[in-house]
């Protein structure tokens, strides 16, 4: 360490103002603060400050993404295997899973902390970090099939219109790695939807395959097949035809976007999430609470079976649990008082609900939910905060 | 006696060092000082030349503002300089002490049969009235206006903070005299805040003032938080405040009819090799307690203070003049922690979950962290919510408040509570603050802006 910290001291003047390569001065401070705590000291207020630090608070985010990530790569090839109708190994399958997943991961930390470090070396600031989780949230919210080249766009759109313009990170009043999802949704729907786009068939290296063989083939979402299914039946499918009961939903051994499935694995991440703090569990509860009553009221009303569907199986499809665990939670974009949370969460699960069962355009809602609660997150905290002044108005007056 | 006020929210902080309770006299120096930068928004006008004998009790500086508040000389000697500093701005008049610890002489009275207006001159012209306080501002109180009610808080909760009872113990007298003179200056309540469950007779048994006890982590002890509780103010209101130890400078005045600001001051701090209580006078040179008393292999930071509100201050500059503790800190400028965002960190301490304080403090509960001046992170935009909410025990929405300041929004910072609080009471939302915010100076800029703003003097 010490070998590195001299080296690091050695180039550092090269780096600073005047120096040959000041250029590049943010990019240099964010590896050194990422390898050594800044020794900077306090030089007002108070003198000692808590070891947490945002790189920390994202640091956990993405380590809480990381059951999902892990599941996500093997269901991918668990996916593809089915779909070619081979048997493959437990390492054979996760293996082929992370060969299809991998790019996306690295198309997205490329693309967005290229633009990222460019524009702090432009304003002359630190490099925020939260991209780092940005950066791993995008790959695991889109179908396995989006083109790399769209990923990187949207990733681009996102952090630069979405996030950057406003001011960065903190500023931005849309969820940065859903806004880069529903530039695809809107941009290149074909992609982002339908029974194509779920099902990966690629050869890597001699591994896999790119024709399906199995006989009954339905790439489609069960959230795809509810929303066009007519009639009576309700009956969701894997990709070999077989009906999936709640358990196979909750397991997530289904097709969907990368990292959503699991709710198993969403669960794990979440898990520590709220043991740390660093999502709000008032926020997590709430959303599964909306999910529930919207869903209670559908089913009262029910004229079919998707209506009639309990909320305990909407919990476990598409990206509800994926959503109320590491979307809804941002706490940039949520609401930021403690009773504004509540209602924030609740909406967010009510409407997921509604969009999702009542609207066959969007056969998952859980994207536009959010994004949608993003723009009253501060209208509620208004509320919330007019209160607050309103008690206190009404207290001077009985004073007086 | 009323009801135990529990507090939930917020933090106490577990570092080492904290003062062992026995007592020891500062080692003998002459050098003292006032400092007008204690009192902050004074503008000081000078009353007395270099070369000049002083006695203890007499006005060195008056407040240009408000020239019947004095403040006078901790002890008898010669004024060795009138230093300055940049803009001609007055940092301390230095006092080169004799060892005769002669004072301007007052008779002795009993506040009691004092009247109001009475009790008030006596104590404007002792050079007392600095330690009253008032809110709004949280600075030194108006003589001319008549507050609503005076607060004392009887207990310090902050990091490694003095036990007042330990200090007040023997000095029930002086202690209920001050209570008494204050009593006068209001017309409304004087409310004691104590230490639930603490033991003190000089605490429990104070007459004249309404007393409340309260239980719960630090800010319990913060004045502002137990105004909050006991009676908010609102806006147009006035309150002052007073540090219970400071009510012993008041009740020694009447006692003796002479000033005597001797202090016992806690020497804190993981840094120090002997924390204990020392004997001095406000107003000493900090090396009297300080010299060879810390490790100086290490690059060190003094503050006259707490942790999270006391002020930066070099071994030969003095104690600050609302001060009983005095804490050393490893400065941190030389260490160099390699990836420490990634790392379990089990010696340092964190309200975060994120870290593993709360289970090491379960497994060992004695545990005490060390702590340095490292910021520990870059300063961001406000990105995590709830954080402040969590530590700040008041019926205010502290993030909301902290940006109205930011934004210098002045209404809204009116209604969202602004003149219920002080910097102080935001220390810890500093302290907990993931994207690094100077909170406290973005209150109190907020609050001389607000004081301009309202033409108040």
Redesign the interface.
Known sequence: ?KA??KLLDKIKPAFEKGGKLSMFHSVFDGFE??????????Q??????????????M??VVIALIPALLFGMFNVGYQHYLAIGQAAGFFQTFFWGALAVLPYIVVSYVVGLGIEFTIAQFRGE?I???FLVTGMLIPLIIPINTPLWMVALATAFAVIFVKEIF?????NIFNVALMARAFLFFAYPSKMSGDSVWVSLKDYFGFGQEQATIDVYTGATPLGQAAIAGGDNLVLTGITGEPLSWWDTFLGLIPGSIGETSVLAILLGGILLI????A?WKIILSVFAGGAFMAILLNIFAVNPYMEMPFWEHWCLGGFAFGAFFMATD??T?????KG?WIYGFLIGLLAILYRVLNPAYPEGMMLAILFMNIFAKFI?YL??QN??K???K??RI?? | MTDVIKIKKGLDISLKGGAFPEVQSASYTENYALCPTDFHGLIPRVLVKEGEQVLAGTPLVADKNKPEILFVSPLSGVVSAVKRGEKRRLLAIEIRADQKNAALSYPVRNPLDMDGVKVKEALLEAGLWPYIKRRPYDVIANPRVEPKAIFISAFDTAPLAPDYAFILKGQGHDFQTGLNALTKLTKGKVHLSIPAGSGSGELKNAQNVEIHRFEGPHPAGNVGVQINHIDPINKGETVWTVNALDVLFIGRFFNKGRVDFSRLVALTGPEVYEPRYYRCVAGIQLSALLKGNVHKEIPLRYISGNALTGTRVEMDDYLGAYDSQVTVLHEGTDVHEFAGWVMPRLNMFSMSKTYFTGLVQKICPRKQFDADTRILGGERALIMSGEYEKVFPMDILPEKLVRACITRDLEKMEELGIYEVAPEDFALCEYVCTSKVEVQKQVRTALDLLKAENGEE
Request: hydrophobic share 30%; glycine share 10%; aromatic share 8%.
């Open positions: 360490m590195l910290r603060t990422f390898l050594f705590v800044p020794n900077r000291t306090s007002s207020g108070t003198h000692i400050h808590d070891s947490i630090d945002s790189k920390r608070a640091f956990v630190e925020h970090e939260g001011g960065g990170t903190g500023y043991y740390t703090g660093i709000s706490p940039v949520a609401s930021r008082t403690e949370k905290d919330v905060v607050n002044i008690k206190r108005l207290r001077a004073a007086q």
